[in-house]
């Protein structure tokens, strides 16, 4: 993973609120899971720190179908900008909004998995 910016978290912290507010994102390891089996996705915001929890029952499998991931700032950051405790995932359904998340991680930190 590159470096990450804090211009770039934000825009990813900015975009996750537009998101949730307007209901077009999943929070959690165990729900992205479900979406992902399911072909919900457009792409993946995966916290900094997420644990290898998270690493092995979402990364893995966003990156087997096909799914854009994310480099997110760290889940107590995305957690506190979404009033939730740490979320160490976060699931994007809309394409225009996984479009401009993917364009900000860019910016700051993409993720191969």
């Keep these: 993973m590159g470096a ?5 978290d934000e825009a990813i ?12 994102v999943v929070i959690g390891v165990d729900q992205v ?5 399911h072909d919900r996705f457009a ?12 690493q092995e029952k979402v990364v893995r499998l966003a990156a087997g179908r096909g799914v854009p991931l994310v480099g997110g700032p760290a ?8 009033n939730r405790p740490a979320v160490m ?3 994007v359904v809309d394409r225009a909004l996984a479009r401009g998340l993917v364009d900000a991680g860019s910016g700051g930190a993409h993720m191969e998995a």
């Design 89 to 91: 995932v976060v699931g």
């Design 4 to 8: 990450r910016t804090p211009a770039a």
């Design 43 to 54: 792409c993946l915001v995966v916290a900094a720190d997420a644990s290898p929890r998270a």
């Design 13 to 24: 912290l900015r975009l996750l609120g537009l998101g949730f507010r307007s209901g077009n």
């Design 33 to 37: 899971r479900q979406g992902l089996l």
């Design 75 to 82: 889940a107590e950051t995305i957690g506190g900008r979404l």
